[in-house]
T-cell receptor, first 114, second 113 residues
Framework: ETGVTQTPRHLVMGMTNKKSLKCEQH?????MYWYKQSAKKPLELMFV???????ENNSVPSRFSPECPNSSHLFLHLHTLQPEDSALYLC?????????????FGPGTRLTVT | KQEVTQIPAALSVPEGENLVLNCSFT??????LQWFRQDPGKGLTSLLL?????REQTSGRLNASLDKSSGRSTLYIAASQPGDSATYLC????????????FGTGTRLLVSP
């Protein structure tokens, strides 16, 4: 595997379910990001991890819970979501975020909340 | 607060045309600007990155320009092809904090054969 991978690619869940999105990067980067892309809205940055430490939480509701166990893996744990949370969730990675380094994106997970 | 606007929102052209996509931003204190391509339901592919000190970058049929003082960038696509059909996103990297990317809403391009 190369680049940034995300699983699953598609997810349908009910409002009472608990699920997790997974991201893995194979680029030797030390920063990872979660973005949300809703229809007709710009990509919104949700969380940033640098060296496995969360450095940014962009006022995201607590029903989204990120986890970064090491510099290659990033999770987004989901629980009691709302229909408006349906979106494409994109993961990205880069070298240290403060160095203006280019971010590399995964293919995304298309989430539908019913 | 930085806001990034892309015009037009959608564009449909016949194959072979040269075209220009526009991006404007409200805060000129940027570190760099990046153009991405996104195919339907897919992730983002970086096309060009222009540092704040640069005026333009070129890659194949693509040329991106940056006028930081006026808060504008353009992406020029020469001799468009059906394979260029995608959404093109502009993003500015801020000069503060951890230099977050702020995205526009994109231009959806359709090139017909």
């Amino acid at each position: 595997e190369t680049g940034v991978t995300q699983t699953p690619r598609h997810l349908v869940m009910g409002m009472t379910n608990k699920k997790s999105l997974k991201c893995e990067q194979h680029l030797g980067h030390n920063a990872m990001y979660w973005y949300k892309q809703s229809a007709k809205k710009p990509l919104e940055l949700m969380f940033v991890y640098s060296l496995e430490e969360r450095v940014e939480n962009n006022s995201v509701p607590s029903r989204f819970s990120p986890e970064c166990p090491n510099s290659s893996h990033l999770f987004l744990h989901l629980h009691t979501l709302q229909p408006e949370d349906s979106a494409l969730y994109l993961c990205a990675s880069s070298y240290h975020p403060g160095a203006g380094r280019e971010q590399y994106f995964g293919p995304g997970t298309r989430l539908t909340v019913t | 607060k930085q806001e990034v606007t892309q015009i037009p929102a959608a564009l449909s052209v016949p194959e072979g045309e040269n075209l220009v996509l526009n991006c404007s931003f409200t805060d000129s204190a940027i570190y760099n600007l990046q153009w991405f391509r996104q195919d339907p339901g897919k992730g983002l592919t970086s096309l060009l990155l222009i540092q704040s000190s640069q005026r333009e970058q070129t890659s194949g049929r693509l040329n991106a320009s940056l006028d930081k003082s006026s808060g504008r960038s353009t992406l020029y696509i020469a001799a468009s092809q059906p394979g260029d059909s995608a959404t093109y996103l502009c993003a500015v990297r801020m000069n503060t904090g951890f230099q977050k990317l702020v995205f526009g809403t994109g231009t959806r391009l359709l090139v017909s054969p």
